[in-house]
DNA sequence: TTTTTAACTTGCGCCAGCGCAAAGACAAAA
DNA sequence: TTTTGTCTTTGCGCTGGCGCAAGTTAAAAA
């Protein structure tokens, strides 16, 4: 556990005695399936290292439509915005899809070990900064970026992510909904299932119910950078 | 100007004495109309605060498509990146729309003076965040808002930050093209031609060469909360 | 085993918005 | 004043993708 802090990307390259209070001053905290570790426009009060289980970050629309903004695993930081003033609400919902662990720090704690040892400020902003370019590659694919293309992306990122290596191909190593794939790619899962049923027909990929097996990761490639169309 | 400084996102609430320090590390920056501060993708190696002009943050796409991020005013900071190491690249373009002027700081200074003074680090999150925040409020927009909602959004936005009153009602204060409006909406210059025409009918703005008035902004209010549809 | 629940597929109709092309309207330069 | 370049409008055709409804499959519960 102590390793997977040292590792997370906010607490790395702390110095050992920095990182003794780093361990002192955290609150584990358990979340079961579908519960929240909280919601979009709650106080930032406190930023989390995921131990174990899977965490969906989403968006909720005025209407009840939701936007899956991206699935955290173990030794991933979320919450980060809480260093900053807990006025602050988080931008948003982070929810547990397995049962799930995490260790938190609360403003005040981040504050003084932040003070202490500069590296841990430096961190959170390059999360922030991964982020940033995360969202804006993502605000980009909307805009230009067909349906189909788009889908490809997020499938590709999710087997980069969760690869695991069978014999069909990259099989995407949790259960995965059309309508999970739909919230990610801005899309319904009518037109996941249509497309994913397409590909299927291609031989590019081989599904089953909640599972995307990936059998020519190549051809993706080719269809999100747009290389061909269909 | 150090009026300015001392107001701006990035050095707010900075002591006098690092203050002093803030002033002498500075390199002042102009660039001429349509010419670049940076470009997506270069070594991030210096931050700005705009002193006067007016610059546009953008994306090009693979295609040769260009999505406008932002645009700022005198006092806003951008490429506040640059305090990371950097070897990152900035996530975008800065391009001034009109000839400007800014203040820039490189990272080894940057970071000194983050060192000397936490609140810089504070400040550079608290940008970065507010950021975010409004990339996830775009996201949010492009996955389940009409196009004329989003057009509707912007140009509330534009009027909040550029609005001056007028007789007609609140001009946006400065050229802006159709083009520029689509852009930023993530549509094409057609649509919102039509569009805005349209709203023109209805008496909601009034719209010349480069150049929108809103005369009923609680008309535009409704429509980009899809409180009511044409 | 049967039942229930949730995930998935598929056909069909529809329309918002795109893309293009051609023409019109300004503004600045010559 | 005329010219030139840029910005804008508008008609027309087209289609990607949405939305719904009805049916199918598969896992989990009873």
Same mark, same amino acid.
């Given at each position: 556990?102590?390793?997977?802090?040292?590792?997370?990307?906010?607490?790395?390259?702390?110095?050992?005695?920095?990182?003794?209070?780093?361990?002192?001053?955290?609150?584990?905290?358990?979340?079961?399936?579908?519960?929240?570790?909280?919601?979009?426009?709650?106080?930032?009060?406190?930023?989390?290292?995921?131990?174990?289980?899977?965490?969906?970050?989403?968006?909720? !629309?005025?209407?009840?439509? +939701?936007?899956?903004? @991206? %699935? /955290?695993?173990?030794?991933?930081?979320?919450? *980060?915005?809480?260093?900053?003033?807990?006025?602050?609400?988080?931008?948003?919902?982070?929810?547990?899809?397995?049962?799930?662990?995490?260790?938190?720090?609360?403003?005040?704690?981040?504050?003084?070990?932040?003070?202490?040892?500069?590296?841990?400020?430096?961190?959170?902003?390059?999360?922030?900064?991964?982020?940033?370019?995360?969202?804006?590659?993502?605000?980009?694919?909307?805009? !230009?970026?067909?349906?189909? +293309?788009?889908?490809? @992306? %997020? /499938?590709?990122?999710?087997?980069?992510?969760? *690869?695991?290596?069978?014999?069909?191909?990259?099989?995407?190593?949790?259960?995965?909904?059309?309508?999970?794939?739909?919230?990610?790619?801005?899309?319904?899962?009518?037109?996941?299932?249509?497309?994913?049923?397409?590909?299927?027909?291609?031989?590019?990929?081989?599904?089953?119910?909640?599972?995307?097996?990936?059998?020519?990761?190549?051809?993706?490639?080719?269809?999100?950078?747009?290389?061909?169309?269909?």
């Amino acid at each position: 556990m102590q390793e997977l802090i040292r590792q997370s990307s906010l607490f790395k390259d702390v110095g050992s005695d920095v990182f003794a209070q780093v361990l002192e001053t955290c609150i584990p905290r358990s979340v079961e399936e579908d519960g929240f570790f909280f919601m979009q426009g709650d106080a930032a009060s406190h930023a989390f290292v995921l131990l174990e289980g899977r965490v969906k970050m989403l968006q909720i !629309t005025p209407n009840g439509q +939701q936007i899956t903004l @991206r %699935i /955290l695993t173990p030794g991933q930081t979320y919450g *980060g915005i809480a260093i900053l003033n807990p006025l602050e609400g988080y931008p948003a919902t982070a929810q547990a899809m397995e049962n799930s662990t995490a260790l938190a720090w609360d403003t005040a704690h981040l504050r003084k070990l932040a003070e202490m040892e500069p590296s841990i400020s430096l961190n959170a902003m390059q999360l922030m900064h991964a982020y940033i370019t995360e969202l804006q590659e993502r605000q980009k694919a909307l805009v !230009t970026d067909r349906v189909e +293309q788009r889908i490809a @992306r %997020i /499938l590709m990122k999710l087997a980069s992510q969760y *690869g695991k290596k069978v014999e069909e191909g990259v099989l995407i190593n949790f259960p995965l909904t059309r309508k999970d794939i739909a919230e990610m790619s801005g899309t319904t899962l009518f037109t996941v299932s249509r497309t994913l049923k397409e590909w299927e027909r291609q031989g590019m990929v081989k599904i089953g119910r909640e599972k995307v097996c990936i059998c020519k990761p190549h051809g993706l490639v080719s269809l999100a950078d747009d290389l061909v169309r269909r």
